[in-house]
């Protein structure tokens, strides 16, 4: 049997020596013979029977071949359950694109298998600890601040975001802040209108909503219109910026730590974490003291596919490391590719 789904019901709760798919396998004696099950699906109704397995009852499984899910059943339904699935769903005003790669897709059933996961009448199912990548949209009203799931785990801070199952169904619900484009400065983030940087308390705003994963932020376009000083980083370890900034030919004017108080971690510069960004038109400035590793001008880590384009760094780097500091006039810690083009340190 393959691609085959139930949802039927079986009631009685006096019967019992039941299977989901097969009441008996006669696997020793003449004749017998085994059930194969590949992409089936047991999503019953209502259950009362008592049910020995999902798939098929028979006095020895020996050499099946079983890639059966099951759903909607009893905590206990016997032994040879296979693979409990849970559902994944939206909750108000969300959207759910799946971007698994899809195995096999059985019209009359319902049932669609990808790389991991599978649906089943357009509701979306996985197993414990299974990781689903997902773009998640939002057409209700308010904001959008971020996304969460009540079941399991979901990481990143911008699409495609990843879901890890866990032992419960998911609803993925929309966080909203109040009230306009959650900006207070001009600007929508975009590449023809950008999020407009001209004073510091700018800069800081924007330094605040990459910093703690506010919907959008680490993603949008940025440009400096006037020259500012700036004590603050953007970018964290987990919330690491991934968008575009325009520094409009002004000059970003650092002061991080001093002689007395040098900053005390590690990754110093003005974009402290940074993944897949592109920073242009930038000149900086200023001095960071730093007792630790990996200060920069301009970045302090470094992740995937990084573009600097017609920069300059005139940044004064004082280090009181004894030993390996790793600091770079532009980007102090580099993983993968780094570009640069027309830089001036």
């Known amino acids: 049997m393959k691609g085959c789904a139930f949802d039927g019901s079986m009631l009685g709760s006096s019967t019992n020596k039941c299977g989901g798919f097969v009441g008996w396998n006669e696997t020793n004696g003449s004749p017998s013979g085994v059930v194969k099950f590949e992409d089936c699906f047991f999503a019953p109704t209502s259950l009362t029977m008592d049910l020995e397995h999902t798939y098929a009852r028979s006095r020895t499984n020996d050499g099946a071949h079983v890639v059966m899910y099951y759903s909607n059943c009893r905590t206990n339904i016997g032994d040879n359950q296979q693979f409990r699935v849970y559902s994944i769903s939206a909750g108000d005003g969300v959207t759910i694109a799946v971007n698994q790669t899809v195995s096999d897709t059985y019209t009359v059933s319902g049932i669609t298998i990808y790389n991991a996961g ?24 308010g904001t959008l601040a971020g996304f969460t799931t009540s079941a399991g785990t979901l990481s990143g801070d ?23 484009s959650g900006w207070s400065g001009s600007g929508s983030g975009t590449s023809e209108s950008p999020y407009i940087i001209s004073t510091t308390a700018l800069w800081n705003e924007f330094a ?21 000083t700036v004590t603050t980083m953007v970018g964290t370890e987990n919330h690491k910026f991934k968008g575009h900034f325009d520094g409009g030919s002004k000059t970003l004017t650092l002061s991080y730590g001093t002689a ?86």
């Open 260 to 345: 007395q108080e040098p900053f005390s971690e590690n990754y110093c510069a003005p974009f402290r974490y940074i993944e897949n960004v592109e920073v242009s038109n930038l000149r900086v400035a200023g001095t960071i003291y730093t007792g630790k590793m990996f200060a920069a001008g301009l970045a302090g880590f470094a992740l995937n596919n990084n573009t600097i384009t017609n920069c300059r760094s005139s940044v004064t780097i004082n280090s009181s490391i004894n030993g390996d500091g790793t600091h770079g006039g532009f980007v102090a810690n580099c993983q993968n590719n780094l570009d640069t083009s027309s830089t001036v340190n």
């Open 158 to 180: 911008s699409n495609p975001f990843t879901l890890t199952m866990g032992t419960a169904d998911a609803v993925i619900n929309a966080t909203t802040s109040s009230g306009g």
């Open 118 to 141: 599978m649906m089943y009448d357009g509701v979306l199912y996985a197993r414990n600890e299974q990781t689903m990548s997902l773009t998640l949209g939002y057409t209700g009203t």
């Open 208 to 228: 605040n909503k990459v910093n703690n994963g506010v919907f959008g932020f680490n993603t949008a376009y940025y440009k400096l219109t006037d020259d500012i």
